[in-house]
């Protein structure tokens, strides 16, 4: 193959996997995040004590995050059809990748504000701050830096998620590497999309980095 020929088939696979990736990142970090805020406020030592809230999300996202990707693609492409009308395509797996994420988000998260100096929310407390401003001025400010390392985390993961997805009809990167690099035994077309690929969690990384050091400087 030449080389505009190797373009012209990973081009748009690289847009239709950035286009996955990011979307399903941001909406899983809007979700996530105060999925892993309201599991640690209403923990037994929380600041707003819930067994019932806390025991059923700790439930639903251990149940989510036990199901393997593979076969939660398969149960969520019916919801993708629901909402975007579609099951094949990068958009119509927006949904399971979302869906898959947001477990690993909230349970990231949480680990990371249970990591916290506690230290921090007593005198909080002492000084008269309700439960949104040690949420908002304490916790979340606190542990950014580990919040941006987690978002990088995520969106390695789901990278990783988006190729499984090329396989079964998602398109992108994953789909390239199986259709030409595999099943037609077109080598450059099996290599490329995994160079890119590393390519692209290598970018994520060093951005993620930059991000960490100029928050840590603050």
Same mark, same amino acid.
């Given at each position: ?10 081009? @748009? ?82 949904? @399971? ?5 947001? @477990? ?40 950014? @830096? ?11 993961? !789901? !990278? ?5 997805? #090329?396989?079964? #009809? ?49």
């Amino acid at each position: 193959m030449t080389y505009e020929q190797v373009w012209e088939v990973v081009a @748009p696979a690289t847009l239709e996997t950035l286009y996955m990736v990011f979307v399903s990142s941001i909406i899983a970090v809007i979700l996530g995040l105060p999925l892993a805020v309201i599991l640690v406020v209403t923990r037994e030592d929380g600041i707003s004590p819930s067994s019932y809230i806390y025991n059923f999300l700790s439930t639903v996202i251990n149940i989510f995050r036990s199901i393997p990707f593979a076969i939660l693609i398969m149960i969520l492409l019916g919801l993708s059809r629901i909402i975007v009308g579609k099951v094949i395509g990068p958009t119509a797996f927006i949904v @399971p990748l979302t869906v898959a994420s947001i @477990p690993f988000v909230a349970r990231l998260m949480e680990g990371y504000f249970l990591d916290m100096d506690k230290g921090l929310i007593e005198a909080a407390k002492a000084m008269g701050s309700t439960n949104s401003q040690i949420i908002l001025k304490v916790m979340i400010p606190e542990t950014m @830096p580990m919040i941006i390392n987690g978002i990088v985390m995520t969106i390695i993961n !789901i !990278i990783g998620y988006s190729a499984m997805a #090329g396989f079964i #009809g998602g398109g992108g990167l994953g789909a390239v590497a199986l259709t030409y690099g595999h099943q037609r035994s077109i080598t450059i077309l099996l290599w490329v999309p995994v160079i890119l690929l590393v390519i692209i969690v290598q970018i994520v990384q060093i951005i993620g980095n930059y991000l960490n050091r100029k928050i840590n400087k603050k």
